[in-house]
């Protein structure tokens, strides 16, 4: 198991919460022989094809004690590595460090991959319980001197080594992992450091289960039927359930989503009703009791702060960009500086159509954050002759699903997909898919989780149960997670234009899985820098509205008639629209990120809130109609771990995408040999060579930023 693999364990773990525990003893503790029962599901690699997880046969008590077996197994055979009395080779060394952990590879991607999309009580406790253990055991390896020992003195000679390209890349990548771990500080400053990523294990868990909790308890409660005014039938019975099992019987209750916006703005006439909603999803996390995440930020801040100090870096941004293919807070932050101020002038522009036609109604007053959603589709319809809603009798889930998303990458790469019900699921709305090659071989099982519940994390993701590698001889498991909010029994499930075109992203990931062809397991997949991960998935989102692919899903799920070609027209001309605000809010989120892993640890602030309105100000995006995609209290992404300092990496890889997309188009657009040469160049390479290596191997230079600044409208924007 290597540094990407247990970085990751580490960022699952804040799905959940977590108490502190100490590293030396965890050390103490995994270091002993602990026996896993031959029962455990998790004893023995599953039997079922391509590894598939067996859910039916895991239960809750089956993971600590495969977590403990996992790290002591592991641990064990570390210390094989490093006291070899061998000479380091590559194959004693770096071959054996990518085959060990294969016990907790298989309970740590499981656990996390289902606590993700189905959590409980009990698993939540596990998390709890193993968040520092996971920390303490990473620091085992990766502070060992004596294993570094070794993958110093080849990564020394590498050149003399005759290494393959792949082999001397992964070779290059330990060095820097482990010097980016702190192997190198003294006995005294690893204790530090210890300390600090335990508790930061722990604070980031606290802080994402405090949000899940809020989405979850936070639903807004409204009296009366009328109240709901705008919203379709299908949606105001699902209201009067979800009120129901809340112990709401007879009135309605509109369900929370993660980011600051939420879905039914756009349709709610009442604005009593809007201000409440809105008012309750920008205070998540700053009310004060048991879910305040305000404290939770400074600690987090101030740890990670003087993590990257104890490393010999400025501050934590610092510290995460070096490896990443921006490298530094000067190229992020000219980003977002080229892009904050055209975007907030776009924003001012659209703030001022929508308040004529707030005007025009007599409204009696400004638009602010919980009318924008509701007046920007009057003004879409009034531009464009179309609102939202004429879109969804034709984005059906499974036609979305099995003849846009399946259709497009058939067309791309000839791959056929096969529904199967004989294997087991975690719960009932999953569903399964053999995927097959052009040459007709199976390639990958797909798993889709399309619906939204309690017991799953907000947003959207992919994630690997199973990750490629021929050393392994593994072939992949891939799983989709949406949230679609599900239709009450016996109603279709009729998707917005933004569920579609996240159906189209998270495949992107998908396919970045499945067409893995590496050697070792640290470059499976997604296993690349976090500011390149966003981008092969932002490309496949260019076939949601091409013209073969649309013809062949958009069909009304009533007639089967296909989607109007003046409907889609206007679909086409719209994609400008509202970029102004899409844009600021996702600047805004991406400045607050930076500024926050910015500080050095004598600056972390007293007030959470008021730095984030002053950091704001600064950068001039503090429009009040258009506040951040996630405010700081309930910013998941970037305090749970997985893009701390990192959050820019949509934009940043938007770059990269809409200069592909440009290739695609210069070059026939929908044709396999375009998605052979993609997936030749980069999609199968994994994290095997450098990223923008890659990216220039298939486009023939370096991404200019042009087609970006064409797509979010800012080309010849005043500042």
């Known amino acids: 198991m290597n540094r990407p693999q247990l970085l990751i364990l580490a960022a699952s773990l804040a799905f959940g919460g977590v108490a502190h525990a100490a590293a030396p003893a965890t050390h103490a503790h995994a270091k002993q022989a602990v026996a896993i029962d031959a029962s455990n599901p998790f004893a023995k690699p599953s039997t079922l094809p391509f590894q598939y997880p067996a859910f039916d046969k895991v239960k809750d008590a089956h993971f600590v004690p495969a977590f403990n077996a996992g790290m002591a197994e592991h641990l064990a055979e570390i210390e094989a590595i490093a006291n ?5 080779t590559f194959e004693n060394t770096i071959v054996a460090m990518e085959k060990s952990g294969k016990l907790l590879g298989r309970v740590s991607t499981y656990f996390f991959g289902v606590k ?11 998390a709890t319980e193993m968040s520092p253990k996971l920390a303490a055991h990473s620091d085992a390896i990766f502070l060992n001197a004596k294993l570094y020992e070794r993958i110093k003195a080849l990564y020394d000679k590498r050149d003399a080594l005759k290494l393959g390209k792949e082999e001397k890349y992964l070779l290059e990548r330990y060095n820097t992992d482990f010097v980016r771990s702190g192997v190198k500080l003294s006995a005294a400053d690893k204790e530090k450091l210890k300390a600090i990523n335990g508790e930061t294990a722990k604070l980031q868990n606290k802080f994402t289960q405090n949000v899940l909790k809020e989405i979850n308890t936070s639903v807004l409660i409204v009296d009366t039927r009328e109240e709901l005014a705008g919203m379709s039938e299908a949606q105001i019975n699902a209201a009067a359930a979800a009120a129901k099992s809340r112990g709401h019987e007879g009135k309605y209750a509109i369900v929370m989503v993660n980011t600051t916006g939420q879905p039914s703005l756009s349709v709610l006439t009442n604005r009593s009703v809007r201000e409440r909603l809105s008012k309750l999803a920008l205070e998540r996390g700053s009310n004060g009791g048991e879910y305040d995440n305000r404290e939770l930020v400074r600690q987090l801040a101030k740890l990670r702060a003087e993590k990257a100090v104890l490393l010999g870096y400025e501050n934590f941004a610092a510290y995460q960009l070096e490896d990443r293919t921006a490298k530094t807070t000067t190229a992020v932050n000219g980003l977002l500086a080229e892009l904050a101020k055209p975007a907030v002038t776009n924003a001012r522009r659209e703030a001022a159509d929508i308040q004529k036609m707030i005007d025009a109604e007599k409204g009696n007053f400004q638009v602010s954050a919980a009318d924008w959603d509701h007046y920007t589709d009057k003004v879409r319809a009034e531009r464009y002759a179309f609102d939202q809603n004429q879109l969804k009798p034709y984005f059906e889930l499974d036609n979305v699903l099995t003849k846009g998303v399946f259709f497009a990458a058939n067309k791309l790469y000839g791959l056929s997909f096969k529904e199967r019900r ?5 719960h009932e709305d999953v569903r399964v898919f053999d995927v097959f090659d052009a040459n007709g071989k199976q390639l990958a099982i797909f798993i889709a989780d399309m619906y939204a519940r309690p017991s799953k994390r907000g947003g959207a993701w992919a994630n690997a149960y199973v990750a490629q590698s021929k050393l392994m001889g593994t072939r992949p498991v891939i799983s989709n ?8 029994k016996g109603e279709p499930t009729l998707l917005t234009y933004d569920e579609v075109r996240t ?3 998270e495949f992107g990931h998908a396919l970045h899985g499945m067409f893995s062809d590496v050697t070792y ?7 690349v820098p976090r500011d390149f991960v966003e981008y092969p998935s932002q490309v496949n989102e260019m076939w949601m509205d091409h013209p073969l692919v649309l013809a062949n899903y958009a069909r009304h ?8 070609k003046e409907l889609l027209d206007k679909v086409i001309a719209a994609d400008k629209f509202n970029q102004g605000m899409k844009t600021t809010e996702n600047v805004a989120a991406s400045l607050l990120d930076q500024r926050w892993h910015q500080l050095k640890p004598s600056e972390i602030p007293a007030d959470v809130l008021a730095f984030e309105a002053a950091a704001l100000k600064e950068a001039g995006v503090d429009f009040a109609p258009v506040p951040p995609r996630y405010r700081t209290t309930y910013f998941s992404h970037v305090f749970s771990g997985g893009y701390s300092a990192g959050y820019y990496s949509y934009l940043w890889s938007e770059k990269l995408d809409a200069d592909t997309v440009e290739w695609f188009k210069e070059n026939g657009g929908l044709l396999r040999k375009n998605g052979d040469h993609f997936r030749k160049t980069l999609l199968s390479r994994g994290g095997s060579q450098d990223a923008m290596e890659m990216f220039r191997n298939f486009r023939g230079r370096d991404p200019k930023i042009e087609p970006l600044l064409e797509r979010r409208g800012l080309v010849g924007v005043s500042n």
Do not use: C, W
């Not at 070899?84 to 380091?88: H, L, W």
């Not at 993700?116 to 596990?126: L, R, S, V």
């Open 481 to 488: 997670n949406l949230n679609i909010p599900k239709p009450p």
């Open 422 to 426: 004989d294997l087991p699921v975690y």
């Open 503 to 505: 159906a189209f992203h």
């Open 557 to 564: 799920y009533q007639t089967g008639a296909a989607m109007p």
């Open 521 to 527: 397991p640290r470059f499976s997949g997604t296993s």
């Open 116 to 126: 993700g999309a189905n959590t409980n009580p009990e698993m939540d406790k596990i």
């Open 84 to 88: 070899n009395p061998k000479a380091p």
